[in-house]
């Protein structure tokens, strides 16, 4: 990993790490209309990833009542907290781009306000991993970022914070070639409780399953 990308890497770590507990405090505690698309989908006892977990609310702890959750975030702020949030799941502190995780682990994967907080030269690389964690017909419920910008930093909660992303048609692309189908389409806000007084935030989200081979 080059200097750049690492120093990226640390300053989203350390401001999770710094904002933990005021950051779950603004999150919304009610799990979005977004994540029914998927838990229509799956049966009871399911294995599903979740991508940047953070406190583990509203997201994981909905996914723990039907399903075993597996949780990855970079903060350890973060993680501290999803595993007393969510005592049924699973949760690792990690790098999502060098945690390790056996071909056909998981049913689901879920990353809601995360991915745009990788360098966006690791987004193409995020999509194959899921890829080869997910069984076949696995799905893929995601966020995506909003701009085409490459690094973006900016106050967030009394720290510094990172974001990196594509365009929107440059991850539906992105998904097709590496071999998911995109099967719907929505639109989620900001995922702040609205006593926050949050601005207000429109980000695409895309529901795709891995295709089977040769398909």
């Known amino acids: ?24 405090e603004a999150r919304s505690a009610e799990a979005t209309s977004e994540l029914d698309v998927l838990l229509n989908r799956l049966v009871n006892g ?14 994981a702890r909905a996914l723990s009542e039907r399903f075993n959750v597996t949780g990855v975030d970079i903060s ?11 005592p049924a799941g699973r949760f690792i502190r990690a790098d999502v781009m060098t945690v390790a995780f056996n071909p056909s682990t998981f049913d689901a994967v879920t990353a809601f306000y995360s991915i745009f907080h990788l360098p966006r030269s690791e987004h193409r690389d995020l999509f194959r991993r899921i890829h080869q964690w997910l069984r076949v017909g696995g799905y893929l419920l995601c966020l995506l970022p909003r701009y085409d910008e490459e690094t973006y930093l900016d106050e967030f909660f009394g720290s510094t914070m990172y974001w990196s ?15 998911f189908d995109i099967l719907e389409m929505s639109i989620a ?18 529901l795709a399953q891995k295709r089977k081979a040769g398909q």
Do not use: T, W
């Not at 990993?1 to 779950?24: E, F, I, P, Q, W």
């Open 189 to 206: 806000g900001s995922g702040f409780d609205e006593s926050v007084g949050a601005e207000p935030e429109s980000h695409p989200v895309v």
């Open 165 to 179: 992303s594509y365009a929107q048609e440059d991850y539906e692309r992105h998904l097709a070639e590496i071999g």
């Open 1 to 24: 990993m080059d200097a750049s990308r690492a120093n990226y890497k640390a300053l989203v770590r350390s401001g999770y790490n710094s904002c933990a507990a005021a950051y779950h």
């Open 76 to 86: 350890d702020g973060m993680i501290e907290l999803a595993r007393a949030n969510v």
């Open 46 to 59: 399911a294995s599903v990833l979740d991508i940047g977990c953070g406190a583990g609310v509203p997201v």
